[in-house]
C-alpha cells in the first residue's frame, strides 16, 4: 500500500478519509508522522515519531481519564484546569513556583509547611496567623 514513491517504502503515506473529508487518519513515512483529526481540524492527534513528540488538540476541551479514579480536565474555553485523583504528588529536582495571579487557596484537613533551611513568610498587605490555640517554637 501507499504512494509507491519509494521501494523500500521509506516515503509512504495512506490516507484514509470519511465521507466528506469529515475525518481522517494519516500515516507519513516521509515526514515521520502520524495525524487523526477532523476536517475543521477542532481536534486532532499529531505524532512525530522521530522526535517522540505528540501534540494532542481541542478547541473546547480535552479529558484525560484512567480508570474511575484519575482524570485531568482541561477547558479551552474558560483556561481551567482540574485535576482529580485519590492522591497528587509533584516533585522538582529544582525550583517549584507556585503562583496564582488572583487569591490563592491552600486548604486541608491538615496543613504542613516543611523547610530544610530558612522558612519567610511575608505580605505587602496585613498578615493574620490565627488558631485555637497557637504554638510558636
Do not use: C, F
Not at 523500500?8 to 515521520?32: F, M, P, Q, R, V
Amino acid at each position: 500500500a501507499g504512494d509507491g514513491s519509494s521501494e523500500d517504502g521509506s516515503n509512504d503515506k495512506i490516507d484514509i478519509y470519511t465521507a466528506d473529508n469529515a475525518h481522517a487518519i494519516s500515516l507519513d513515512n516521509e515526514h515521520k508522522r502520524i495525524t487523526i483529526a477532523d476536517k475543521e481540524n477542532n481536534a486532532s492527534i499529531v505524532m512525530s515519531t522521530q522526535s517522540g513528540k505528540i501534540e494532542v488538540k481541542a478547541q473546547s476541551k480535552l479529558t484525560i481519564n484512567v480508570g474511575e479514579t484519575i482524570s485531568v480536565a482541561m477547558n479551552g474555553t474558560t483556561g481551567k484546569i482540574t485535576v482529580t485523583a485519590n492522591d497528587i504528588s509533584l516533585q522538582s529536582q529544582g525550583k517549584m513556583l507556585l503562583n496564582g495571579g488572583g487569591k490563592t487557596d491552600l486548604t486541608g484537613a491538615m496543613v504542613t509547611v516543611d523547610s530544610q533551611g530558612v522558612t519567610k513568610i511575608s505580605g505587602t498587605g496585613l498578615v493574620t496567623l490565627s488558631g485555637k490555640p497557637i504554638k510558636i517554637g
